[in-house]
DNA sequence: CTTTTCTTTTGATCCAGATCAAGGCCTGGA
DNA sequence: TCCAGGCCTTGATCTGGATCAAAAGAAAAG
């Protein structure tokens, strides 16, 4: 382990901390020598500003992206115009990854505010993770969470009441900014209430609603975008979990019907 | 190429031409050493019955399975006991993908009828796709295809109309056993119409009017759980789709706010 | 600073689809 | 063969949230 090389490694982790990749590196401990070729294969970009698109829905996959600062939003649209809002992205997370399948952006993605990105090349990622074990890995693992989160989404489209929905959605945010170094009962929504309604399958009339009701029964501060959480137990009575275990598990055999 | 290497060849294919493997092995046109290789790590086991399960919510993960004849699906489980029905799952569907992340299943696998599948130890799935390229991206598209469809899905719970969903259940079936060999057409329904409710998130009594109704208007033929579609087209206008490109692309400034 | 425009709130009404209720129909077991 | 317990269908009612409407704040533009 050379001079040279230590240098070399406080340089990269530098970049990596505050960006996507500190996500995506760290975790699995990968030497310093497989940090820099990650390093390598990332294109820097200039920031995309608000209201920016980032990629549309239909262009060629080239690039992942990881996020380094700000957030996006990624939608897609219907046949008869409508949008529908897939999910917003903060600091730290990876997106693109529906594209890989086909090769086209299933997804537009747009900024939410001044956003800056780490443009990852897909082919030279994956060519990386065949050289670097702990890459594949992490990279499966990432995958495999996102499924997990999107059928999680699924879970609380499908079954629950409004309610539910958003005190989901306000302790995702929570947890999420919690896992990046930010405050977990105090942030800014980046999304309008109207996004967030779509994303959660509701009039944005309901969204100011329920805001207001969280407030008057002391589970949150609103005031504009600024949202303090103030009962989060409270909140996550509301919510409900999904992928809970039940209390007792039942035998191997057949207790069900099909 | 000697002879011995053509027999073992047209045996593995014999074995994963109906299975999973299929799917996953000759799309990306494995060298027969692979095929042997991958055709090693996989553990036959005996059929799962209906009404067993092939793994439960918060079991250790150690396997993909990919599924030979029959069909499965996934559920979770809420905290307050109610479940939430994921996918149903065909021949040459692999399952299990949701579980990397976290090694630990975040839903159950239930047979709806005799079902037979592939074992994949994962770790072992793994290390052979760092040695054989094809397999690796292979794997990534799989993962991306998941994600993508669970998009889908979620864009169909949260937005659209009972008529809708049910007409895109129908015909995302009716895609996936044309893409098996079966008929496109006429298949039957393995799963309870209640099952089927509680996977597009609305009751059962609905499901059944709107197969009623579906039937009076010529677009189907039900008869218990076989289903004989008779209009596809007039269906595809009903379900609409998703991520659909729009048709006048806007160019790449602010079109958008936040 | 004023005007315009967009976002959010709040109130009133309405309806798609849930829920409740009751029969009819398969299926599997004895 | 008959019976029992699930499934499925069909009808009647009810309600959670959507939609419609309008005004009050912010923010952006002039």
Redesign the interface.
Known sequence: MSKQRVVNLSEVRTQCQKCSLYQLCMPMGLAEGDLNKLDKIIKRRRPV?????LF???EDFISLYAIRSGSL?TY???????E?V?GMHLPGELIG??????SRH??SA????TTSVCEIPFEHL?AL??EI?GL??H??????????H??C???V???MPVENRLASFLLSLSDRYKLRGYSASEFNL???RS?IA????MAMETISRLLTGFQEQGLIQVERKHIRILDAAGLRAIA???????DS?VD???????
């Open positions: 500003e608000k209201g920016e698109f549309r829905l239909g939003k897609t649209s219907q046949s008869d115009g409508q529908q897939i990854l529906d594209a890989i399948g086909d299933g997804c747009v900024a939410l505010e994956e993770s065949r074990p594949q890995h990279l499966f693992r990432l995958m495999s969470a996102e499924i997990q999107d059928q989404h699924m879970t489209l499908a079954r980046s999304m309008s996004d779509n994303m959660l399958g409900g979990q999904c992928g809970e275990l039940p598990p191997n055999s057949s207790s069900h019907s099909a």
